[in-house]
């Protein structure tokens, strides 16, 4: 809308030059999404409350400090997260560029997919929600039809191909077959986040994380220059993805404002499956899904763990950790929640600089 309006009136006031930079409306939607965040925040977690009688429904085989510590918190504040991210989004984007707009339909139809799970949650008092092949069937209609958007919007020679870290020239072509990894990718990306959720302030860390570098990853793959130098792909349209990333670094330090420990609001399915989503779908678009699963790494090990203790218990009849994922093997070791939070933010930070180095490790 801003960048629409600053082209019309550029002619009269040219200082208004500065909005055609991608750099600057980055920051400017980073900003909105935060005080997006701040304004509504509060209204948003009253009402939710107001709703929600006994707040997130806690599993009743989890740590048992958190049917004491965690009764009565509200969820769905992923909602805070999704009106954050759409108004900076809208506000600083360019409206005729096509990946906004499938990152913004993954982002919404997922938050509907996991607002409904919230919803049978708490109405019901469990923390049994949708169906989990309904739920997942859903994720891949949705994912299909968005990379199907994404495959036709990009250049020939990239739409259907895979990229590899570390390798200059390494671009293989998985003709249809891409369309059904890209789906994985986005599916796996949003299931992961979801899993990862599980503590105050615990997901929203790396989240912004990954943003941040997904931010860069978009701004150099969508400029022809930096793109060259570094030899990574030049995906047309993909610098942005900049500003998309940058609205979902603001609302994730907006909605850390009120889920830091003691969390005042979990942000629940409604925004863990919707900003992973979204993480995924930037990945696929600027031809790097396997940095992804370096950068989001915490995210992967959070799944792996869950993997594992299914698979064991299932051949064996024995746990490999003491709970799954894995924040809550660590709970059942003694560690203190805020210590936990902190060390995978760590880890999720040392992943980040790994998934940048690939971009000049070539």
């Not at 978009?218 to 022809?224: A, D, F, I, R, T």
Request: a positive charge; charged letters at 10%; one cysteine or more.
């Amino acid at each position: 809308m801003l960048l629409e309006i600053a082209n019309h009136l550029v002619g009269d006031l040219s200082f208004l030059n500065v909005f055609r930079y991608i750099t600057f409306r980055t920051g400017g939607a980073t900003l909105t999404a935060l005080i997006v965040s701040f304004i509504f925040g509060p209204f948003i977690i009253r009402s939710l409350k107001k709703r929600q009688s006994f707040g997130q429904p806690i599993r009743s085989d989890g740590p048992e400090k958190h049917i004491i510590e965690k009764k009565g918190t509200p969820t769905m504040g992923g909602i805070m997260i999704l009106l954050a991210v759409v108004i900076a989004t809208l506000l600083w984007s360019d409206y005729t560029n096509k990946f906004i707009w499938s990152c913004l339909a993954i982002t919404l139809g997922y938050g509907l997919i996991g607002f409904i799970d919230d919803f049978i949650k708490v109405s019901k008092n469990t923390s049994d929600g949708l169906n989990g092949k309904l739920k997942i069937i859903l994720q891949v209609l949705i994912a299909g039809a968005v990379v199907s958007l994404v495959v036709s919007n990009s250049t020939a020679s990239l739409a259907n191909s895979l990229a590899f870290p570390f390798f200059k020239d390494l671009l293989i072509d998985l003709g249809w077959f891409f369309s059904v990894f890209a789906v994985f990718v986005i599916v796996g990306s949003s299931n992961a986040v979801n899993l990862t959720d599980g503590l105050d302030g615990l997901a929203i860390g790396p989240i912004m994380i990954t943003a941040m570098v997904f931010a860069v990853i978009s701004y150099l793959s969508g400029n022809l220059i930096f793109s060259n130098y570094l030899q990574i792909n030049y995906v047309v349209g993909a610098g942005e993805l900049a500003v998309f990333c940058g609205a979902l670094v603001g609302a994730g330090l907006g909605f850390l404002w009120f889920n830091a420990p003691p969390a005042m609001v979990f942000m629940g399915d409604t925004g863990s499956l919707s900003v992973g989503g979204a993480l995924g779908t930037v990945a696929v678009i600027v031809k790097h899904e396997l940095v992804l699963a370096i950068v989001g790494g915490l995210f992967v090990l959070e799944t792996i763990s869950v993997i594992v203790q299914v698979i064991s218990f299932k051949l064996t009849g024995k746990r490999v950790f003491q709970m799954a994922p894995l924040h809550h093997h660590f709970e059942k070791k003694g560690w203190a929640e805020p210590t936990i939070v902190i060390r995978f933010w760590i880890i999720a930070v040392i992943l980040a600089l790994v998934g940048l180095a690939t971009l000049k490790l070539r």
